[in-house]
């Protein structure tokens, strides 16, 4: 089956400038995620999203990030406006129901503020 | 609270030799967890879940609710098993939490 697939694969701006990363996630998983992985540490969830609705974003600075899932398909994360601080590798996964089901990652994107 | 707690960065050990990654969690359910592998230049990918107690490329990882833990194993270290691992629960049905991961650098 066709993994997840984000875009773009890097990305470089400069501070208070905005980015948006975009997610396809795996055919028929309901439940997507935005994990955020700065640099030497683990992946930290930022959104989940249960078809197209939002299930956690307890940890989304929403003063700058927003996300959406629109049709509950692909999903789209944006900051605006980017601080150094948000350069991290920006993990997307999916996941079918059930607890025991494992989440299937995307390659990330790279975001470089500079 | 839920947390996943694994105390080593970096693990170096040599081709041939026993390794154990560890990982200990906090959680006041019962836990399924999962170790997942991140090889350079690809994806985060799942290596097992503790439900299945199956051996994945040599590695095991065995639930221990009385230390709570579930670190993982392997007797003999080979180069390629040299990526970053992370230790992961589950919970509350949909969502997940990742340790910050180890480091295995395997020697030559």
């Known amino acids: 089956e066709a993994g997840v697939a984000q875009s773009p694969r890097y990305k470089i701006i400069e501070k208070r400038q905005s980015v948006a990363f975009w997610c396809n996630p795996i055919?028929?998983?309901?439940?997507l995620y935005w994990y955020q992985q700065i640099l030497g540490q683990g992946p930290k969830l930022l959104i989940q999203f249960q078809n197209n609705g939002v299930v956690d974003d307890s940890q989304l600075p929403k003063d700058r990030f927003s996300a959406e899932r629109l049709k509950g398909v692909d999903s789209t994360l944006k900051i605006q406006p980017a601080k150094l601080e948000d350069s991290a590798v920006y993990l997307c996964?999916?996941?079918?129901?059930?607890?025991?089901?494992?989440?299937?990652f995307g390659q990330g994107t790279r975001l470089t503020v500079v | 609270a839920q947390r996943v707690t694994q105390p080593e960065k970096l693990l170096s050990v040599f081709k041939g030799a026993p390794v154990e990654l560890k990982c200990n969690y906090s959680y006041s359910g019962s836990p399924e967890l999962f170790w997942y592998v991140q090889y350079s230049r690809q994806r985060l990918q799942l290596l097992l879940r503790?439900?299945s107690r199956e051996s994945i490329k040599g590695f095991t990882a065995d639930l221990n609710k009385g230390e709570t833990s579930f670190h993982l194993k392997k007797p003999f270290a080979q180069e390629e098993d040299s990526a970053m691992y992370y230790c992961a629960l589950p919970f509350g049905g949909f969502k997940t939490i990742f340790g910050a991961g180890t480091r295995l650098f395997v020697k030559a």
């Open positions: 055919s028929g998983h309901a439940t």
């Open positions: 996964a999916s996941k079918a129901e059930g607890a025991s089901t494992e989440a299937f």
């Open positions: 503790h439900i």
